[in-house]
């Protein structure tokens, strides 16, 4: 007994040590840059270019005396001292731009893509870790609890080899920024020097924490080292929200920038360096993002264990694990548009000519694809739940509704891709008689678009509740009114929607704006308070039969490859949107691509490149599912009869 | 079907209304005949309801929808059938049905379908592919840039202006200073057409003879459009003027919610100045003959031009606060 108990204390000063070694590790970047930042950043990192050292050099030459200069920031409009070099005025110029006999931007672009693939499927993946590991630690069902774990370690299995492309990829890049935009790339780790060291850090911090994380799942399976394994995967989180973050920081600066003067010299305040007009909406938005894409990722990869599984219990499994993987990825699609209005309203608010090229001018039609993307995903989910029923006794109740909700969807869908600006023969816009058609040409605004995808989004929440309703029956004393409120409140929600959507055309633009928030309050309702309301009507209630895990038409499984391939694509599309909104600039009105490709490609050409990194990252992808699949495959050696004169095996209980 | 007509200010709401109605009335005829044992098979049923909104797209509204649009309408619709019919295992084992016997030919009368299908199919790809490589008359569609971005200043008459900032100094209220919400409330009425909403108050009607401030600044800049503007863009503002015609595209139809209702009123201001000739690169195929009327305008005269499009067409110029 004494020596169960000594166990146990040794245990628990085991986990406490562990978590403050973690601590310790997570805090251990932003010491050592600490310097750095207190030291403000001084002129640029890698050598100047050769404009900026013949300027110093004039410089210097004109005089000793120290002085200091102040400098007013472009953004924030405070005053500050010139710490750092003007960003460079490049020119069409091998020195500036070395090249292959190829367009520099477009491999850089493909480069960036791709890391951006996996950085954000290694980023979004151990959050779903964590959520499923907590699952089952809180979760009284001992099969269930076994079946989460295993769940959270398939997912964390395949983010480690992801991790290591990303880190790959993640050079190539670096490689490529410095041999074909050297210029630039030096101009911006000036700025960034100190934010790019604790970068660095932060991914150091980042792979210890996963890989003690991933290899000492087994043992720490049991008692408060479970619990200290778990709390990794919040630390692990963490880390790797501040490298999105830290990296978003960059794009930012691209974008909109601060904490430099008109001529882009640092002035100082690493701050407002990162706090740029669009850093938070960017974090935000590319947060939910990754999510809804990681989710993506893991449902196909579900999908395609699923179409090989050779066996019931294997096709089991990976329905569940898609189904799981399809929800949390949907979970967080849905406030992903509210999310990208919010990133579009900032941008507006800071240039308005930025919001016009994106939305009304040079890149709108890149928007409308984006809506079609946008509407693929949430029909695609839809028709998934409604498949989904199908593995359900009782799910045919819902069935024979689907082709109303089916309306709704492409109602809205149809409002919502209606372009503002059509394409046509020169005989159509006559026959039209103008650009603007009168009837179709409403749908092109805002107000009308709002209407559509609130619809959607709420006719998605419903098929969701119709799915958790599937093979029960509510039994609560209030289930007749339950469903009353539930039924009132989403035709209530509608209706709501489709009036505020054609009032917005009454209205002055900025009260219309304002009018979003009653429309995206009516679809969070439906969204929480419909959920909750089911949920708690659900905890009575009676089964009508199991759900048959497995028993599943293939067409879902492919809808959940489309889901993940739409999703792929959107990012890419959007990357691409976001990243042409400069025009010719590096840096946005302060640095100046004068390289020969500083024009905006044509949308095929745009559509064929993103359709490349697609089927690029998802053949790569294939290839670290099949490692997955791999390291299953390992039959695990009997520790009863070991290997004469063989290595200790690895464990392989997972 | 142009006898029955669309209700102007309606459109939009008509357009999906008279859909939901009809697919109501297919469900209800569907349904009833289910009961009568004459239910309607399926895969008829879906292709029936495809063809229908084709129908519907193509010669109900008016004027024409471009092809480009009709086509995006047809695959989305064509999505949501497919989800319909194979929405559940049932549907869509009933759906597939006729398509599997004229596979596996179970009859002879399936036999010839499928045969027929089998030359049809490939030939009528074949014209399709040699048709779309036949050399075409036709002028090249334009992707064009309506609103092309503005730039973040422009100088007219030798003063620089911040597009992002600058107020129209006319929008002014009794004491002379600058309010958005008073001139909102004083523009016309949108309803069944555009009406003043009191003729005999001089606060409204910029045609009183004591109208003073922002309804007599309304009057002016209407007498300016119509002895420059309104051959183009006409009396109505909706770019249906006495030579609106003579262009391709026709001038802008002022009175659609998707033109100056969705700019803000500086952008109006860039645009009168510049004209066609100073649209940006974004622009491209700079189709519009507009001239730039800071050629023949006092900036004073651009502004008052631009409230009153805003005042007539009952559209509030986009703000951002």
Excluded at chain 1, 55 to 82: F, S
Excluded at chain 1, 136 to 150: P, R
Excluded at chain 1, 334 to 358: D, H, K, S
Excluded at chain 2, 262 to 270: A, C, G, P
């Amino acid at each position: 007994m004494g020596r169960l108990t000594s166990g146990r204390t040794g245990k628990k000063f085991l986990a406490v040590t562990g978590l403050f070694v973690m601590g310790v590790m997570l805090l251990l970047p932003v010491f050592v840059a600490l310097p750095a930042l207190a030291g403000g950043g001084a002129p640029a990192a890698g050598g100047p270019p050769p404009d900026v050292v013949a300027a110093q050099e004039a410089e210097g030459a004109e005089g000793e005396e120290e002085k200091v200069e102040i400098g007013r920031d472009v953004y924030y409009k405070t005053e500050g001292p010139v710490v750092g070099a003007p960003a460079p005025k490049t020119q069409d110029t091998p020195e500036f731009y070395p090249r292959y006999n190829f367009e520099s931007r477009v491999l850089l672009w493909v480069a960036n893509q791709q890391h951006l693939y996996y950085g954000s499927f290694v980023l979004a993946v151990p959050i779903f870790c964590m959520c499923i590991e907590f699952a089952g630690l809180v979760s009284k069902d001992k099969a269930m609890a076994k079946k989460y774990d295993q769940l959270a370690y398939d997912f964390i299995k395949i983010s480690l080899t992801a991790y290591s492309l990303t880190a790959i990829l993640g050079g190539i890049l670096i490689f490529t920024f410095l041999t074909l935009y050297p210029a630039f790339f030096g101009y911006l780790s000036s700025i960034f020097r100190p934010v790019m060291h604790i970068y660095a850090l932060m991914f150091v911090a980042e792979s210890g924490t996963l890989y003690i994380y991933y290899y000492g799942w087994d043992k720490m399976k049991e008692g408060m080292l479970k619990w200290l394994h778990a709390s990794m995967s919040v630390v692990l989180n963490v880390i790797g929200t501040v490298l999105m973050f830290l990296a978003n920081s960059w794009i930012g600066f691209m974008m909109s920038p601060a904490g430099v003067d008109e001529q882009g010299r640092y002035l100082g305040n690493i701050w407002h360096v990162l706090h740029t007009a669009l850093w938070n909406p960017l974090n935000v938005h590319r947060i939910l993002g990754n999510m809804a894409f990681g989710g993506g990722v893991v449902a196909a990869y579900a999908a395609y264990r699923f179409l090989s599984a050779k066996n019931d219990e294997e096709r089991a499994h990976y329905d569940w694990m898609g189904y799981i993987a399809m929800a949390l990825g949907v979970a967080f699609l849905i406030p992903l548009p509210f999310a990208g209005y919010w990133l579009m309203r900032e941008v507006y608010a800071y240039r308005q000519q930025m919001g016009i090229t994106l939305m009304g001018g040079l890149l709108a039609w890149l928007f409308i694809i984006q809506a079609t993307m946008i509407g693929i995903l949430f029909l695609t989910t839809n028709y998934y739940l409604w498949q989904a029923l199908g593995r359900m006794t009782g799910g045919e109740r819902f069935q024979r509704y689907i082709k109303y909700f089916v309306f709704i969807l492409v109602v809205g869908l149809l409002v919502f891709i209606t372009p503002h600006t059509i394409v046509m023969t020169p005989a159509e816009l006559k026959a039209m008689g103008g650009q603007q058609h009168p009837v179709l040409g409403n749908y092109g605004v805002m107000s009308a678009k709002n209407g559509g995808i609130n619809a959607i989004i709420m006719t998605t929440i419903a098929s969701f509740i119709w799915y958790q309703r599937g093979n029960r029956v509510p039994a609560v004393k209030w289930a007749k009114f339950g469903n009353i409120f539930l039924i009132t409140f989403f035709v209530v929600a509608h209706l709501n929607n489709i009036w505020v959507a054609c009032y917005g055309y009454f209205i002055p633009a900025n009260v219309r704006i304002g009018l979003s928030v009653p429309q995206v309050a009516g679809t969070l309702s439906c969204l929480f308070i419909g959920s909750a309301l089911n949920l708690a009507m659900l905890k009575q209630s009676r089964e009508l039969g199991p759900i048959r895990w497995g028993q599943i038409a293939p067409r879902s499984q492919y809808a959940l490859i489309m889901l993940a391939t739409a999703f792929t694509w959107m990012m890419g599309l959007m990357g691409y949107i976001r990243s042409s909104v400069r025009l010719f600039w590096h840096v946005n009105e302060i640095m100046r691509d004068n390289s020969p490709w500083a024009y905006t490609h044509t949308i095929g050409f745009g559509a064929n490149v993103i359709s490349f990194n697609v089927l690029f990252f998802w053949i790569t992808i294939m290839f670290v599912f099949w490692l997955g699949a791999l390291g299953a495959k390992k039959a695990p050696v009997p520790a009863t009869q070991p290997v004469p004169g063989a290595a200790p095996q690895p464990v392989t209980g997972h | 079907m142009t006898w029955l007509k669309l209700v102007e200010g309606y459109m939009p709401m008509q357009m999906i209304s008279e859909l939901a109605g009809s697919i109501l009335i297919f469900a209800l005829a569907n349904w009833a005949l289910n009961r009568a044992g004459m239910g309607i098979p399926k895969f008829w049923a879906g292709v029936g309801v495809w063809i229908y909104i084709q129908l519907y797209l193509k010669y109900r509204i008016y004027p024409p929808i471009p092809f480009s649009v009709r086509a995006i309408y047809g695959t989305v619709s064509a999505c949501g059938i497919f989800m319909w019919v194979s929405g559940s295992e049932d549907a869509w084992q009933e759906f597939k049905r006729p398509v599997m016997n004229v596979m596996d030919g179970i009859s002879g009368f399936h036999k010839a379908v499928r045969t027929v299908a089998l030359i049809v199919i490939p030939l009528a790809l074949g014209g399709f592919a040699y048709t779309s490589f036949l050399p075409s008359f036709e002028e090249p569609i334009e992707l064009r840039t309506v609103h092309p971005a503005p730039p973040a200043t422009t100088k007219v008459h030798g003063k620089t202006f911040v597009l992002q900032v600058v107020e129209n100094p006319y929008r002014v209220n009794n004491e002379g200073k600058y309010d958005q919400a008073y001139t909102d409330a004083r523009i016309v009425e949108q309803a069944m057409g555009r009406l003043m909403k009191d003729v005999n108050d001089p606060n409204y009607n910029p045609w009183d003879p004591n109208a003073e401030g922002y309804t007599k600044y309304v009057r002016e800049g209407g007498e300016i459009f119509f002895q420059n503007c309104h051959f183009c863009h006409g009396d109505n503002l909706n770019g249906r003027g006495l030579w609106a015609y003579a262009f391709n595209p026709i001038p802008a139809n002022f009175t659609d919610a998707g033109t100056i209702a969705q700019l803000q009123e500086t952008f109006v201001f860039w645009r009168v100045s510049k004209g066609g000739i100073g649209l940006p690169g974004e622009g491209f195929p700079w189709a519009s003959v507009m001239p730039p009327w800071e050629q023949h305008l006092t900036v004073d005269e651009i502004w008052k031009v631009v409230m009153f499009e805003y005042w007539h067409t009952g559209y509030y110029p986009r703000t951002w606060d």
